[in-house]
């Protein structure tokens, strides 16, 4: 009698994180099993930025160019140009060498579930996880259903049913509370926005709405954004929590008010945690591991959560595929993956976190200024992904096949 489990791997979560894991595991031809708990296409609060290196990893591992994107309607517009403020005084502002892209996560979600069930992932929707057996790696579902896998991968996203069910050594929770951000966002219609923007605000945005804004120091340890979408405007503000705590709304509605959208501050914005700082060094227990927000993987500085999530669903899936074919161990070697190519990017991005949020609540604004200056261009190259946050210099492993 075969008591083998039924799935290679049961993947939990079918945004980006899980449907690169399902997809490459797949299309290895492993079974796989991903469990999404609401229906696509599912709503998504994310201002959708895909930075070139976002764009490249859809190229590498999806054969998704940006004609196909296109195509697809995954790119819903671009950001040609940027503008930086720190308070209100606009530091630096210029043309983008390449362009930062804006998608509908709905439809981004959508087209990579479908991949990766084309592939040939088992794909279950409307299909929520409510207990994990560790031991005997099995997942009972929603409905009272049970499957069993070799392996599990949480790709649940920050509020992670799985994370929740690891014992409480696999990660400090004094850490993850410490670096855990929240952002508020609202959606604007673009004919409503440039209908009623005041035209007198302290900083005035361009008037054709197109160009990615940031703005530091609008909150503390944190930042606001106005990114462009076709036919709306997302305005954003978010920092670490625990900077902040209640005083975001109030600091939301100001940050409104100084950008000239005061008409639209009786409106009331999806507010959602993310990860800002607080990424796993090791997010594994027996064979079970966790990607993406679930892990806490998102950029320190800007909160940038989709790369990362497509990142680390490659190395846990490239460990998966080690683990199943080989027998090498599974968590020692999605462990290495993560310290050889991820891990020490984030630590170096987080130190430059610190210091820049550091010195914005110290009111150290003038060297701040003059160093980002200085640096801007490897400062949006890492940010691209054409360098390391690590002395700003060139680094392949950050982006390079593993496969």
Not at 172 to 186: Q, S, T, V, Y
Not at 256 to 276: C, Q, S, V
Request: one cysteine or more; glycine letters at 10%; charged letters at 25%.
């Amino acid at each position: 009698m075969d008591n083998s489990p039924a799935y290679d791997a049961i993947v939990v979560g079918g945004g980006p994180a899980g449907s690169t894991a399902a997809y490459l595991l797949a299309k290895s031809g492993y079974r796989v099993m991903l469990l999404e708990r609401g229906r696509y296409p599912r709503e998504k609060v994310c201002a959708g930025c895909l930075s070139q290196k976002s764009i490249r990893f859809l190229d590498r591992v999806f054969d998704l160019p940006i004609p196909a994107l296109k195509e697809e309607g995954l790119l819903d517009s671009a950001g040609t140009g940027y503008a930086l403020y720190v308070g209100s005084s606009r530091v630096l502002a210029g043309d983008l060498a390449e362009p930062f892209y804006f998608t509908h996560r709905e439809r981004y979600d959508t087209c990579l579930a479908r991949k990766a069930a084309d592939a040939g992932a088992e794909t279950h929707e409307g299909m929520e996880v409510t207990a994990i057996d560790h031991a005997t790696r099995t997942v009972t579902a929603s409905d009272g259903s049970r499957y069993a896998g070799r392996v599990i991968i949480g790709a649940d996203g920050i509020h992670s049913g799985v994370r929740r069910s690891l014992p409480e050594s696999v990660f400090e929770h004094d850490r993850w509370r410490e670096n855990l951000g929240w952002a508020m966002e609202l959606a604007i219609p673009r004919d409503e926005a440039q209908a009623l923007m005041d035209r007198e605000g302290v900083i005035r945005l361009d008037a054709e709405l197109t160009t990615p804004h940031l703005f530091l120091d609008a909150c503390r340890w944190g930042y606001g954004w106005v990114f462009p979408n076709r036919d709306a405007i997302i305005v954003g503000l978010g920092g670490l929590l625990q900077k902040n705590r209640k005083t975001l709304p109030e600091r939301y509605r100001e940050f409104l008010d100084t950008i000239g959208l005061r008409a639209f501050a009786d409106r009331k914005p999806a507010a959602y945690p993310l990860p800002f700082g607080n990424y796993i060094t090791s997010p594994v227990h027996e064979g079970t591991l966790l990607v993406g927000d679930a892990g806490g993987f998102a950029s320190p500085i800007l909160g940038e959560g989709i790369f990362y999530a497509h990142r680390t669903a490659e190395l846990a899936a490239h460990a998966v595929d080690r683990h199943l074919a080989s027998g090498a161990p599974l968590g020692e070697t999605y462990t290495s993956l993560l310290d050889r190519r991820l891990i020490p990017e984030l630590r170096a991005e987080r130190t430059l976190r610190d210091f820049l949020y550091g010195c914005l609540d110290a009111r150290i604004h003038l060297p701040l200024e003059a160093m980002m200056r200085a640096t801007n261009g490897r400062v949006i190259d890492a940010v691209q992904g054409h360098r390391s946050f690590r002395g700003f210099q060139r680094d392949d492993d950050l982006h390079s096949t593993v496969w």
